[in-house]
C-alpha cells in the first residue's frame, strides 16, 4: 500500500511574515523531499482570501497542492481526504481537532515539527549527498533485550516516519 501524506500547509510553515515566499519555499522543499521518497503528497492551504468559489487543484513535480474555496477551511478538505483514504494516510499537522479527526478514520498523524525534522535532513542529504544515521539502522534485525514496547499507535507513528525518511 503506498503512503499519501497530506500536509497541512500553513500549519507547516507557521508564522512567515511573507506567506506567499512561505508557501512556495515550503513548495520547493517539498519537491525535493519527493525525489528522496517514494509517496503521493498532497499540501493543502487555506484559499479563503481568494474569493475563489472552487477548489484550487495543481500539481506541481509530482506535488498535489490544494487551495481551499471561500468559506471553506483547509481542515476540511484534510479531514475529507484523510476519511477517503482511511489507514493509508499520513496526515502532518499540529492541529489538535484535525488530530483527533483523522485518527479516528484510522490515518496516522505526524507533528508539524516532527515533519519537518524529516524534510529538513532530506534537503540536507540533497545538498550534501550525506547520508542519515537512520539509514544505518537496520528494522529487520530484532534486538534482543528489553520486551516492552510503545503502544501500537505510537509504533505505527514510527513506522511511517521511518518508512518517510527512506529513499
Known amino acids: 500500500m503506498s503512503t499519501n501524506l497530506i500536509i497541512d500547509g500553513y500549519n507547516l510553515i507557521g508564522l512567515d511574515r511573507d506567506i506567499e515566499a512561505g508557501r512556495e519555499r515550503l513548495i ?3 519537491i525535493v523531499y519527493k525525489k528522496a521518497v517514494s509517496v503521493r503528497i498532497t499540501v493543502v492551504f487555506d484559499g479563503t482570501l481568494s474569493g475563489s468559489l472552487t ?6 513535480s509530482g506535488i498535489n497542492i490544494v487551495f481551499s474555496r471561500a468559506g471553506e477551511q483547509a481542515d476540511a478538505i484534510i479531514k475529507e481526504m484523510a476519511h477517503r483514504i482511511g489507514s493509508g ?13 483523522v485518527r479516528s ?8 515539527v516532527e515533519f519537518r525534522r524529516v524534510l529538513d535532513e532530506a534537503l540536507y542529504e540533497d545538498i550534501k549527498g550525506a547520508v542519515s544515521e537512520d539509514e544505518t539502522y537496520d528494522s529487520s534485525v530484532r534486538k534482543k533485550g528489553n520486551p516492552r514496547r510503545l503502544p501500537k499507535a505510537d509504533r505505527l507513528k514510527q513506522h511511517r516516519l521511518d518508512k518517510l525518511r527512506k529513499k
Open 28 to 30: 520547493e522543499d517539498l
Open 55 to 60: 477548489r484550487g487543484n495543481m500539481s506541481r
Open 89 to 101: 494516510a499520513t496526515v502532518v499537522t499540529s492541529d489538535r481537532d484535525v488530530s483527533a479527526a
Open 105 to 112: 478514520f484510522g490515518a496516522v498523524v505526524v507533528e508539524s
